[in-house]
């Protein structure tokens, strides 16, 4: 296994020497995917990917390519696959293919939940500009779909699911009332010992000072089924 | 095994003759549950109930509370779970509880899919008026639901998604699109060869003389992609 | 849904008429899938499709050849599988054929498991002398085995597992430790109030005044470790 | 999430901290865990435990605790978790319990497969006698098991499992033949052009030219087939 890793970072590397050789300017996209076609795939999912770049040194020199039906294959959200590469630095574009969330295999459809495309659209706003983002339809159909107007009804569905998401996302953030929830969940950490926690300046001795001092925390709600009302009423 | 599920349906048998003799007349529900407590539930789906229910000819008094948490489980949607129930004349109740598609265990959250509840609202509609339907919400919150307005957002909002789920699936019936869709696809049936199939009044031997007659039929397009617009249009 | 599965049984019952009329004495058999090629495959497992076969009258015509991988991507055990058809009167043949438990397609490999396949033996022999009972092999072979001894070897490999099996299920039945487990676990409904319940005469009132008579019952161990290690021991 | 993240790595870093102050000379571990308490657990498996190590400079003083049923849950086999943790000198200990490769849900069983056993032992002493290693059981036992002998059958029969999981990993090592099919497996990077692409001195204008110089390559059967042969006629 730790040969076969080896000589798929040779192979990487090899690319990213060709590219900069031949001055080619693109971003170069690994799509991680799990299951198909081997089951310990070494690209399983956005973390996995992640773990290898940095151990070969090629973090800086790939993006990620996420596929929702990939994410849901290797036990994982769409949203979380594409937060996993956006804090990391790496979405780098998405394939927009979705897949039965109860089928263990890579179906191939078209986004047609509104749900799942808000979602999508909030990471895209949120990587900004500078970042390559762009979307790919594979251009495959259900072995059932033998009219040639099942491609573009398949294409015309998916992509205005897509701007439906975008308009969603974008009404989400204008509105501001989700992320003013997040901010308040976290706000411990913005004065006092939380914030000193997040300079890295509290210590285990500071920490068990303070608990002793404070007693026995209350424990807050995280106001999950408020998030999920205010996400959905956006739909 | 079977002595363990001729013990259930006795136990059963047993509930039906108490309930004639108290003279209750309420509907005794069984809700299927795959994989907790006991790894082979020999109630895991619908299917696998009414199978039970007819071998021991106890399918006249028994109906189904479908979960959609414990459809997602059993590796069904809740649709299929639901049309199971009422196309055998066993849907009588619907607990309103949904799950994380891809976490293989009960979470118990209330609905908050619009997409899901309005096809949950498609088999409600066309259950009809003359059968036992209603919903339930288990009154259970996450761990870290720990505020007592929690719980009210959560039914709250449970129960305005089931709302917008019966107003879009009135208007798609209403539309009749989609009923027209699938009203095509099957109209093969409805004259001449398929309706003898349908009265089972064509063999084999008349099946084969049509097919040498007919030649190799061409394949018709089963209009997939165009029936998820249709659906998530009136969303 | 009701339509097609309608259209189904037509047609499984024009074979059986053909059968007679061809005099064929063969079984005909249904092999149950799950999740391929359609989702909501009407033959999912043993179980829905036993509810299937009651509810169009179709039982006595039909036995069930049980793939391990099919149960696996049903969500079941094959042993749970053989003992849902062996225990209805539907264990008609076995497909040698096993699967990865945790990728969600049909994998095709042979069995390699000696567990599984002393189970599997476990199920052929209490299915007794009388039923057909065979097995057989897909000739498929994985995309990397590209030399003709690697068919060769794999099925050498699952017949021997296969005979593996048979032996450790001989041991078990003749050791007897594990049914003598099984028949204390179960023995409070050979005497008394058990063997009435079994008998289906008695009813809640009598079970009531059991109950007060003999208050709170011990709770005994299901000796699940123990049925584990005796197995074990036995591969 | 990416501030939960930081947090993560923060509070980790105050415990190395600590650890140092106090001069405590023990390892550290970080147990993955994917879908529970949370679905989207930061330390999902080994390779996303590596993942956040890495980027937050860590991986020097952590080390992983393994177990199979998280394994399972991952979607990967233990094996694939160990080796994943050994490879990246991180295999630090093993929770010797296991779980039903089906249910979704960590049920926390002892060992009992000898199979499985037997990869892990493989993991063992490939990981060497430098390495912190060791086995440790939950002591739980299922709701069932209320005896309190089950406790002691269900220590002594993991036990043993892990003890014959040990004999057949040392009788595959000796016996060398798997080893030498994985050599052969990999040989052609053993000299010429291959040594060449493992010392990173083969680029792509190198490879090019070879490849139009060969041709189309043979491809090599991956033997897998013989590979569980021999594996199997270990157990």
Redesign the interface.
Known sequence: ???E???LA??L???V??KK?IRFNGTLLIEPK??E?T??QYD??A??T???L??YGLSGEFKLNIECNHA??????CH?EL??AR??GLLGNIDANTG??????DTDQ?L????EATLIMLSVIRNGRTCTRRFNFDAK???????V??MF??H??GM??LARGLRNAAKLIEDGTLDELIRKR?ES?DSEIGSQ??K?K????T?EKKAMEWGEPS????????A??I??SA?
Request: glycine share 6%; hydrophobic share 35%; net charge negative.
């Open positions: 296994m730790k040969r890793l080896d000589h040779r192979f590397q090899a690319a020497d060709w050789k799990p299951q076609p089951k310990h399983w999912d973390a996995t992640l773990s290898f940095q151990k849901t294959l290797s036990g994982h959200s979380h937060e996993t804090i990391n039965d969330p109860q089928i263990g295999w078209f047609t939940d509104i749900g159909l259900r072995r059932e779909s033998t009219d107007t099942d009804i398949a015309i569905s205005d699911t976290y950490f926690i997040e890295g509290a210590d285990f001795a920490l424990v807050a709600s995280g106001k999950q089924e408020l999920e009302m996400f959905q739909l």
